[in-house]
């Protein structure tokens, strides 16, 4: 590391709730210290605006386990695009709305058929998926794209099945979104802000065609959310209207935002429920948190229904921090349980990493912003040349670290090793 580099160094304490404070020596600064050259020349560099969270797992006598958090730039209300990171906690969700309609509709489960209407323009009509086992619309397999894939739809429609409404104010009840925000579908056109507080009207079927629930077209009421800092970037964006370059900043105040603290405590709540209070968890059942485990360490080629797009997928496509920057192989014995997004030049990963053969366990999470001309929207990234080979080899020299740490007692990770 240069000398002089200066960097927001602050460590959480937790074994439940993360409240207290203190400030120690920060591993992070000897594992950037291990990693090539590259990796801390563009941590020197305040233009890639990086910002990382590792947080170690050490269990005690019991097993149970206890959290420690080190930062690197952590800034949660500096504006960053959060791409399809928010489709994480909307898949948590979705499993949990299930468990809700259950409760006065037992025949409703994630296999039932959702069938879309069109209620408000530009919404499209859906009643059929050839890429679902069913050949059905379902929740099951809109989570199953969505980390197998980060597939744009399935997200779309499931943000449609719960509402702008219940998204924002489940998280924020749950203690999860402090200053974070889900107000529109991701890769799709047509859409702007007040389009996106409209959902379709849905019903769902079992599979005989009968009718469980009609669920009406939803206009969700403008919430007043926090402000952010940043939101305005780079030096000008590409207008798809005009199909020309702007030369002012590109606004952003109107797009979805995670911060990595609010994403990470999304993902902490699926691995480590008992953590938590139930009113601060998702309401999800056993064999709703074992489809999570066994699908959500899966690469694309292990769900058949994306053989057919074999030359396109890789292990690590939507992996980052193994072998993010090659189509190498990840071991069978290493699960990354996460979520990537990229665009507008942003690159973000936010993982729970198990080795089941070394006993080793974290969470890891970054964000970068690689776009070297400051034109937003005009597709001239730096993906594969900066943030790509960033991630990987930040990936690996934390998880050499993890490699190397002592730990007093042996994680059990066999309910991620499904």
């Not at 990086?50 to 800034?75: A, C, M, W």
């Not at 894939?149 to 998204?167: C, H, K, M, P, T």
Request: negative net charge.
């Amino acid at each position: 590391m240069k000398k002089g580099s200066i960097f927001l160094l602050l460590v959480f304490l937790s074994s439940y709730s993360c409240k207290e404070e203190v400030q120690v020596l920060d591993p992070l600064l000897e594992i950037i210290d291990q990693a090539p050259s590259f990796v801390k020349d563009i941590m020197d560099s305040t233009s890639y605006e990086v910002q990382i969270i590792y947080t170690q797992v050490d269990r005690d006598e019991k097993g149970y386990p206890h959290l420690q958090s080190f930062y690197i730039n952590r800034d949660d209300d500096r504006y960053f695009y959060p791409a399809s990171t928010v489709k994480m906690p909307v898949a948590f969700l979705a499993l949990q709305r299930i468990n809700e309609l259950q409760e006065s509709i037992p025949e409703i489960n994630k296999y039932s058929i959702l069938e879309y209407g069109a209620g408000h323009t530009p919404q499209q009509a859906v009643s059929a998926d050839s890429s679902s086992s069913t050949g059905y619309p379902n929740v099951a397999h809109y989570v199953e794209q969505i980390f197998s894939v980060s597939d744009n739809d399935a997200y779309n429609r499931l943000y449609e099945f719960l509402g702008q409404d219940y998204i924002n104010e489940e998280l924020k009840d749950k203690g999860i979104f402090r200053n974070s925000r889900i107000r529109t579908r991701v890769g799709i056109s047509g859409f702007d802000t007040e389009s996106n507080r409209f959902t379709n009207p849905i019903t769902i079927k079992d599979h005989k065609g009968n009718i469980l629930h009609d669920q009406e077209e939803y206009e969700a009421i403008y919430n007043q959310f926090p402000s952010l800092n940043k939101t305005s970037k780079g030096v000008g964006f590409y207008d798809d209207n005009t199909e020309s370059i702007v030369e002012e900043p590109f606004d952003m105040s109107e797009k979805n935002f995670i911060n990595l603290v609010d994403m990470e405590a999304s993902l902490r709540r699926i691995i480590f429920p008992e953590l938590y209070d139930a009113s601060e968890r998702f309401d999800l059942s056993q064999s709703q948190y074992d489809f999570l485990y066994s699908i959500m360490p899966k690469t694309p080629l292990d769900f058949d229904f994306h053989q057919v797009h074999a030359d396109a997928y890789y292990d690590s496509y939507v992996k980052f921090f193994y072998n993010g920057d090659s189509k190498e192989p990840i071991p069978d014995h290493v699960k990354i349980f996460n979520k990537v997004g990229w665009a507008y030049g942003t690159l973000t990963d936010c993982s729970y990493i198990a080795d089941v053969k070394n006993k080793i366990e974290y969470f890891l999470s970054a964000t970068i912003l690689v776009n070297k001309n400051g034109i937003f929207n005009d597709g001239n990234y730096e993906y594969k040349e900066k943030g790509l080979p960033f991630f990987s080899k930040l990936g690996e020299a934390v998880y050499n670290y993890e490699l190397k740490r002592n730990r007093h007692n042996t994680p059990n990770l066999k309910r991620y090793n499904q």
